[in-house]
């Protein structure tokens, strides 16, 4: 593949591993990215290594980025700038306390509140503050929210070989591969990524934020964009099926996601969030637990983190 340069900050091939105890009634397997190794990151570590790359490659000083308190990806690109020596500038929507800033800030980001106005204006605000840091000298790299952007999905274009090649090894076969969908850079480079994968494995992309109708075109776009950056055939997205998971909104759990955090805990000592990956559980813990269940065949959880949250959660 080729592509931006890459700057390492993950440690990879994350694990797989099976996961017995989760009585699904077929052989799951779960794709390790709670295990990144780059503070807690999760699956927001293998975006940044490219969008740092990115950064490095066109002379860039400072990252500049923006999210909710809860954001696992601002956390990164603090991490991130610090390891590759920028400034970091973040804008923060809501509360502006929680264990992933204090990570960010321990790391030397600047926080900026967004004042008036909700996640949605997020990008704006970026975009402004970037052009800020521009008059006054700066030379920023702006990230919209997840950094994802084509060129942050190739952290999971790359990351779709890497589950191709530990199947193999395995002879493992899975029909479906489950991952929590927010801003779409994951989903779309494991699109873009998938073209070695059998034409019978599909990914269940499970929306947590967006509904249907706004994820997909993002999804399409994001992954087309990808798989051009890196030269790759056109993703099938017939692979794709997406579920709303969003229930009572972003953030915000509902009574069987909670009971999937407990579940994943008690029988695999996994640690779930709230906003991302009990909803991507609950999704597979439902599928299993259906009647005509399309889980009928092994499957891949991918944890892709959240666990600085997770480890705040009370419930
Ligand atoms: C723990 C976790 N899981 C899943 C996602 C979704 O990834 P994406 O925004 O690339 O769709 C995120 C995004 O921040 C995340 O932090």
């Given at each position: 593949m080729t592509g931006p340069p890459r700057f390492p900050l993950a440690v990879l091939p994350t694990p797989l591993v099976p996961a017995p105890r989760l009585a699904t009634g077929s052989p799951v397997l779960i794709k390790r990215d709670d295990l990144t190794g780059f503070g807690t990151t999760g699956n927001k570590a293998r975006a940044m290594e490219f969008l740092l790359g990115a950064a490095l490659r066109d002379g860039c000083d400072v990252l500049v980025a923006g999210g909710s308190s809860?954001?696992?990806?601002?956390?990164?690109?603090?991490?991130a700038a610090a390891c590759g020596g920028l400034g970091?500038?973040?804008?923060?929507a809501g509360e502006q306390d929680s264990a992933n800033l204090r990570i960010a800030c321990g790391a030397g980001a600047q926080l900026h509140p967004l004042g008036h106005?909700?996640?949605?204006?997020?990008?704006?605000?970026?975009?402004?503050?970037?052009?800020?840091?521009?008059?006054?000298?700066?030379r920023p790299y702006p990230m919209p929210r997840g950094g994802s952007t084509p060129t942050g999905a190739i952290g999971f274009a790359t990351a779709a070989g890497e589950l191709h090649r530990q199947l193999a090894e395995r002879d493992a076969d899975p029909r479906l591969v489950v991952i929590a969908v927010g801003s779409g850079g994951s989903c779309a480079g494991l699109l873009a990524g998938a073209s070695d994968w059998p034409a019978h494995r599909r990914i269940l992309g499970v929306s947590v934020s967006r509904p249907l109708c706004e994820i997909t075109p993002i999804l399409h776009r994001l992954a087309t964009a990808c798989a051009d950056e890196l030269g790759l055939p056109q993703p099938d997205m017939g692979r794709l099926e997406l579920l709303d998971a969003i229930g009572p909104g972003f953030g915000l759990p509902e009574r069987a996601d909670l009971v999937a955090a407990s579940t994943a805990l008690t029988a695999e000592g996994l640690l779930l969030d709230?906003?991302?990956?009990a909803k991507s559980m609950a999704a597979l813990l439902a599928r299993a637990g259906s009647a005509r269940s399309r889980l009928g065949a092994p499957a891949v959880y991918?944890?892709?983190?959240?666990?600085?949250?997770?480890?705040?959660?009370?419930?």
């Amino acid at each position: 593949m080729t592509g931006p340069p890459r700057f390492p900050l993950a440690v990879l091939p994350t694990p797989l591993v099976p996961a017995p105890r989760l009585a699904t009634g077929s052989p799951v397997l779960i794709k390790r990215d709670d295990l990144t190794g780059f503070g807690t990151t999760g699956n927001k570590a293998r975006a940044m290594e490219f969008l740092l790359g990115a950064a490095l490659r066109d002379g860039c000083d400072v990252l500049v980025a923006g999210g909710s308190s809860g954001s696992n990806f601002l956390q990164a690109v603090a991490l991130a700038a610090a390891c590759g020596g920028l400034g970091c500038e973040l804008v923060i929507a809501g509360e502006q306390d929680s264990a992933n800033l204090r990570i960010a800030c321990g790391a030397g980001a600047q926080l900026h509140p967004l004042g008036h106005g909700d996640r949605a204006q997020l990008d704006d605000a970026v975009r402004r503050l970037s052009d800020e840091l521009a008059a006054a000298g700066r030379r920023p790299y702006p990230m919209p929210r997840g950094g994802s952007t084509p060129t942050g999905a190739i952290g999971f274009a790359t990351a779709a070989g890497e589950l191709h090649r530990q199947l193999a090894e395995r002879d493992a076969d899975p029909r479906l591969v489950v991952i929590a969908v927010g801003s779409g850079g994951s989903c779309a480079g494991l699109l873009a990524g998938a073209s070695d994968w059998p034409a019978h494995r599909r990914i269940l992309g499970v929306s947590v934020s967006r509904p249907l109708c706004e994820i997909t075109p993002i999804l399409h776009r994001l992954a087309t964009a990808c798989a051009d950056e890196l030269g790759l055939p056109q993703p099938d997205m017939g692979r794709l099926e997406l579920l709303d998971a969003i229930g009572p909104g972003f953030g915000l759990p509902e009574r069987a996601d909670l009971v999937a955090a407990s579940t994943a805990l008690t029988a695999e000592g996994l640690l779930l969030d709230d906003t991302y990956t009990a909803k991507s559980m609950a999704a597979l813990l439902a599928r299993a637990g259906s009647a005509r269940s399309r889980l009928g065949a092994p499957a891949v959880y991918w944890h892709t983190g959240g666990l600085a949250s997770a480890i705040g959660r009370t419930r």
